[in-house]
T-cell receptor
Framework: GAVVSQHPSWVICKSGTSVKIECRSLDFQATTMFWYRQFPKQSLMLMAT?????????EQGVEKDKFLINHASLTLSTLTVTSAHPEDSSFYIC????????????FGQGTRLTVV | GQQVMQIPQYQHVQEGEDFTTYCNSS?????IQWYKQRPGGHPVFLIQLVKSGEVKKQKRLTFQFGEAKKNSSLHITATQTTDVGTYFC??????????FGTGTRLTIIP
C-alpha cells in the first residue's frame, strides 16, 4: 500500500514555543491531506484539510492562526503549532489518499506532542 | 451536526469468542470505512463499504452496511490475541472527508 511518513514521531517543547510537524506522501502525490488530533483513548478529530497550493480548510472550533498548515508541494504538508501551551499536548496524525479523498486513507505514524 | 457513534466503547472477550462493534450515523452516508488502530500506533485501513446492504468478508472479519446507509457493523469470529486494538468506523457524508466514530476498544483475555 501507499506510504505516508510523519516526522517527528514525538516532540517535547517548552510552553510558548512553536513546533512544526511534517507529513509526506512517499510514493504518491496528494493534492489533499488531512490533519487529525487524538486525545488518549479517544477518537480522531479532524482539524483541517490541507490543500496543495491553496489555503487549508479548518474545522469549526480550530484556530487557524494557532495551527498553521502549509501544503507547498504534492508530497508535503506541514502543521505548525504556534505558541504551544500544555493543553496543546496531544497525538497529531496526518492522512492522505492516492486516489479520491473518499477512498482508502493512509495515515502517518503520528506525532506525540508534549508541551511543558 | 454530522456525527458517527459506535458501541460498545469497550469490549473484553475471551480468546476464541466472537466480537461485534456497531456504528450509527445521524444522516445517510456516501460510504463508510473501517480502520484498526493498535495501541501506540496509527489507524490502518480495513475496508470500505459503498452500496446499500453491502456485506464484505475478510477471513474472520465480516463487514455490513445498512440498507439505509446509516449504520454499519464489524463482526470478528473466533477472536485471536492479534485482534487487540481499537476499531473505528469512519463515515463520508459526501463532503470528501472522513468523520470518525468514537471507536471500540477490544481487549482479549488469553
Amino acid at each position: 500500500g501507499a506510504v505516508v511518513s510523519q516526522h517527528p514521531s514525538w516532540v517535547i517543547c517548552k510552553s510558548g514555543t512553536s513546533v512544526k510537524i511534517e507529513c509526506r506522501s512517499l510514493d504518491f502525490q496528494a493534492t489533499t491531506m488531512f490533519w487529525y488530533r487524538q486525545f488518549p483513548k479517544q477518537s480522531l478529530m479532524l482539524m483541517a484539510t490541507s490543500n496543495e497550493g491553496s489555503k487549508a480548510t479548518y474545522e469549526q472550533g480550530v484556530e487557524k492562526d494557532k495551527f498553521l498548515i502549509n501544503h507547498a508541494s504534492l508530497t508535503l504538508s506541514t502543521l505548525t503549532v504556534t505558541s504551544a501551551h500544555p493543553e496543546d499536548s496531544s497525538f497529531y496524525i496526518c492522512s492522505a489518499s492516492p486516489g479520491r479523498v473518499s477512498t482508502e486513507a493512509f495515515f502517518g505514524q503520528g506525532t506525540r506532542l508534549t508541551v511543558v | 451536526g454530522q456525527q458517527v457513534m459506535q458501541i460498545p466503547q469497550y469490549q473484553h472477550v475471551q480468546e476464541g469468542e466472537d466480537f461485534t462493534t456497531y456504528c450509527n450515523s445521524s444522516t445517510t452516508l456516501s460510504n463508510i470505512q473501517w480502520y484498526k488502530q493498535r495501541p501506540g500506533g496509527h489507524p490502518v485501513f480495513l475496508i470500505q463499504l459503498v452500496k446499500s446492504g453491502e456485506v464484505k468478508k475478510q477471513k474472520r472479519l465480516t463487514f455490513q452496511f445498512g440498507e439505509a446507509k446509516k449504520n454499519s457493523s464489524l463482526h470478528i469470529t473466533a477472536t485471536q490475541t492479534t485482534d487487540v486494538g481499537t476499531y473505528f468506523c469512519a463515515g463520508d457524508f459526501g463532503n470528501e472527508k472522513l468523520t470518525f466514530g468514537t471507536g471500540t476498544r477490544l481487549t482479549i483475555i488469553p
